[in-house]
């Protein structure tokens, strides 16, 4: 099981991280970037699985900087209240944010970044400015706007091609723009990994689980 951590950011910001170590000693570190809805249920599972994969794996709050403990579900109420914050969303000071989280887990030796819509471009975002090793970006709705931004370390980006918000004609813009970068599509809709949404697809989930732990065993350990 996780616990709840106090991170301190660059610029004095204090925000909230979702922490699950591993058993014996973390064979690197990964940083879980949310989505809109927080450091959900959703995302504290995925950050204990990851550390059951044996990475010290840290989920920082976000979306502290708007709204201390913002957290939601995924139905009609949840979504409201996310697309609330939406609009107060500092790129630059999210960066900052993750940078806190990195720096905190980098004792374990390298940082890896995996993160879902939201973060999904937020994985993007530190692939390219920040210092870390590897990054897993989901579904990242805004990385076709950064596209030809040079990444910094390995990346690999998973997308839906059922995904309304994320129109192939994007992805194809994406893959064009970084040739290097394996771009994988499933025949799934957005937000296909979390088994808390009406979109989730087990299979599309599990290949890229799959993807996703592979690459990383290969870039940070």
Not at 192 to 209: M, T, V
């Amino acid at each position: 099981m996780g616990d709840w951590i106090e991170l301190k950011a660059s610029d004095g910001h204090h925000l909230r991280a979702w922490q699950a170590k591993p058993e014996g000693k973390p064979k690197a570190a990964l940083v879980v970037v949310q989505e809109i809805f927080g450091v959900n249920n959703h995302i504290r599972n995925i950050t204990e699985r990851f550390a059951k994969e044996g990475y010290l794996a840290l989920a920082p709050a976000m979306f502290d900087r708007y709204e201390r403990d913002f957290e939601t579900g995924y139905d009609q109420d949840g979504m409201a209240k996310a697309m609330q914050i939406v609009p107060k969303i500092d790129f630059a000071k999210a960066l900052v944010d993750m940078d806190a989280a990195r720096a905190h887990v980098a004792h374990a030796g390298k940082v890896g970044v995996v993160g879902f819509c939201f973060g999904g471009t937020c994985a993007w975002g530190a692939a390219t400015r920040l210092k870390v090793d590897a990054a897993s970006c989901y579904y990242g709705g805004q990385i076709s706007r950064m596209a030809k931004d040079t990444p910094h370390c390995p990346v690999i980006m998973h997308f839906g091609s059922k995904d309304a918000h994320i129109p192939l004609t994007q992805v194809e813009e994406i893959r064009k723009a970084q040739p290097n970068v394996p771009i994988y599509v499933y025949d799934a809709d957005h937000g296909f990994s979390c088994d808390e949404r009406a979109s989730y697809d087990n299979a599309a989930h599990e290949l890229a689980w799959t993807r996703t732990l592979k690459f990383f065993a290969e870039n940070l350990t």
